[in-house]
RNA sequence: GCGCCCGUAGCUCAGUUGGAUAGAGCAACCGCCUUCUAAGCGGUAGGUCAGUGGUUCGAAUCCACUCGGGCGCACCA
């Protein structure tokens, strides 16, 4: 029985547990066939399967019904489960016992860990998220990152490791010598006395738009001939088109056409924005060499030029006050903001060290570190000097593994970035960095309903902020309707603000999270806000029904009584929902595994759906006996912790009242 | 040209790394509020898992090829 109370954390895992002996008589290593023992796939087959004794058939050379039987014979579970079952080709069956399940429930009842107690193998791990260019708004693009990165910390937290959340911002990038440039040139003084942070972001549209217009231009006349060329090349293919080859030649002739045509088209456009604003061609006009001239200041802020510097300590604080605020709203902490500028003083004994390794050599007047399966080599100094990302990246993770002492290092980047960081990892490991294990938490992208990378209809990215006001709104919308439709409504207007808060930013934030990290995902407000389905108010309305319970009882939770209730778990209601509430730390496992929050969402659902079942079901107020009514207010109780702690771990919030 | 990823229901997506009859939400249709929040519950319908071949007791999952789509690829991060 002590056994069961350790290890019961991780409901499978105990399961495996007993697993080991029996199959230690069949071979040596057991490991491969404990992992094959995974939840059922059926409720009807029970809780549990284990599939072993298939593949063991065939190595052991006896039927697979025969190992299964020998196996369940020597199991040793029946303070857990039922008699085991086998079935169909060799699977066993496992179902988990009233009793157990009962006295289970009984003991994580009141705990708003549901059980899970902190990991004993705890873990120093720095996450690096969100990382947004400073002076620049976030935008769409920022939030997958910034979510997906928040709920991996908090989950790892949970568990019991070491976490240090670092945003690792762009504060030192080329974007400062055209916010410079700009603001020698164009500054509003009015405009950045009121709102400094808006008035040096369109200082940056506006140089990024001149120096483009000039590039556009000049390379207009070449786009127009290699779309030309690429409309002959197709011409003559197509006349001596013959075999299949060739028509998939055309194919991707044709695609070349497509993609060179659009490449005109966005040129002219983007040239037209410049030419149909007096004011815009004239500035363009009066700044020829404008793009040379910004990267010029960069060069001279990177070189430690005095007035250059002083710009960039004047311009960084109200940048990172202005991306504060969106993290507190949020509800988003970082343990440092350690940007690249804090890396710069450090770049050059980068270089130097991979040189003196010999990892790192000149080529065409670039020092590059040239790793086996790459074409293109890791550029860690340009011919002009200048460094690149690559060696702050390496800079950092010196950092990190010295000063943090860092085991592991996670990074919440875009999935197209992966090249590089499959070069980074390469590149650090040769460079002898030590045991680290470093991992690309790669992400796909956020998509319009068009299909295409999100934007604004007139083609800008779409800022954080007014995502979060839209969501807001959008949920104050529902809350109000919903209010406002009862006899007497519940809340004030400052609840149904706060509610409306909680509701769009949980829906915005599970909206992401739900989708499997890597695929791009389709952003798309009528879903994220639905009053139906699998959304995050679901979730909350689920635990808000909870609260309405005891509301309407006129009990309060927190002073419950939760020992010394026996739990029922008879009807398939009560039994479905004690039994996901106890698969909480397999979830919780599930999402560490490979850093998929997806799964803790999966959880969740399945959790808030079981509830709502036992809500239809099992009347809690009209339970037969007073102890089944008891029994139904632990239950209702426990699923309103894990809902709580489990929208917690995605930094979602809850309401009593919805 | 080289490399990586993807193709599952009308739509949006899962599918626990090779397991039993491929699942969910939305949309559609049918039912359920005098009892704890109907933002809910139950049911029906919907599939050549892009295609072909292979590997084996077993394939959406692994391999090969084909078709279709996306994304990267020396001095931007």
Partial sequence: MRRVFESLMNLLNLIRDRFVGPLKTLVDDPAPFVDMIRPAQDAKFGEFQANFAMPLAKQLGKPPREIAQTIAQQLQLDDICETPEIAGPGFINLRLKASFLSAQIGRISGDDRLGYSPTSSRRNVVVDFSSPNVAKPMHVGHLRSTVIGDAICRTLRFVGHQVVSDNHIGDWGTQFGMIIYGYRNFLDEAAYAEQPVAELARLYKLVNQLSDYHA???????????????????????????????????????????????????????????ESSPTLLKAAQAHPDIARKARDETAKLHSGDADNNTLWHQFIPPCLEALNQVYR?????????????????????????????????????????????NAAPFIVQKTDGAYTYATTDLATIQYRVESLKADEVLYVVDKRQSEHFQQLFATACLWGIGTVRFQHVSFG????????????????????????????????????????????????????AR?????????????????????????????????????????????????????????SRDSLQTSGVTISVETPE???????????GYAIDSVLNDYRPHLLTTWLYDTADAFSQFFDKCSVQNAGSEELRKSRLVLCDLMARAIKTGLSLLGIEVAEVL
């Avoid at 007014?466 to 006899?487: F, G, H, P, Q, T």
Wanted: hydrophobic share 35%; with cysteine; proline share 2%.
């Fill in 329 to 373: 709203r949020l509800g988003i902490k970082f343990d440092m903001t350690l940007g690249e500028s804090y890396f710069n003083p450090m770049l050059p004994g980068v270089v130097s060290s991979l040189q003196s390794k010999n990892l790192a050599k000149l080529s065409e007047g670039a020092t590059c570190v040239f790793l086996e399966g």
């Fill in 499 to 555: 509610v409306a808060e909680i509701v769009g930013l949980g829906g915005i934030k599970y909206a992401d999270l739900h989708h499997s990290r890597d695929s791009d995902y389709t952003f798309d407000w009528d879903k994220m806000l639905a009053t139906t389905g699998d959304t995050a108010t679901y979730m909350q309305y689920a635990y808000a029904r909870v609260c309405g319970i005891f509301r309407k009882m006129q009990l």
């Fill in 445 to 496: 992208t956020v998509m319009g309903k068009d299909g295409k990378p999100y934007k604004t209809r007139s083609g800008d990215t779409v800022g954080l902020e007014s995502l979060l006001d839209e969501a807001v709104s959008r949920a104050r919308r529902i809350v109000d309707e919903n209010d406002d439709r009862r006899e007497s409504p519940l809340l004030t207007s400052e609840e149904r």
């Fill in 216 to 274: 556009t231009k000049a390379k207009l006349t070449t786009l127009q001939s290699e779309s030309a060329t690429a409309r002959t090349r197709l011409e003559t293919a197509e006349a001596q088109a013959k075999d299949d080859k060739a028509k998939k030649q055309l194919n991707s002739l044709r695609k070349d056409i497509e993609a060179a045509e659009k490449a005109v088209k966005d040129a002219i456009e983007s040239i037209e924005k410049v």
């Fill in 574 to 584: 009560e039994r479905r929902l004690a039994v996901q509430l106890l698969m909480f």
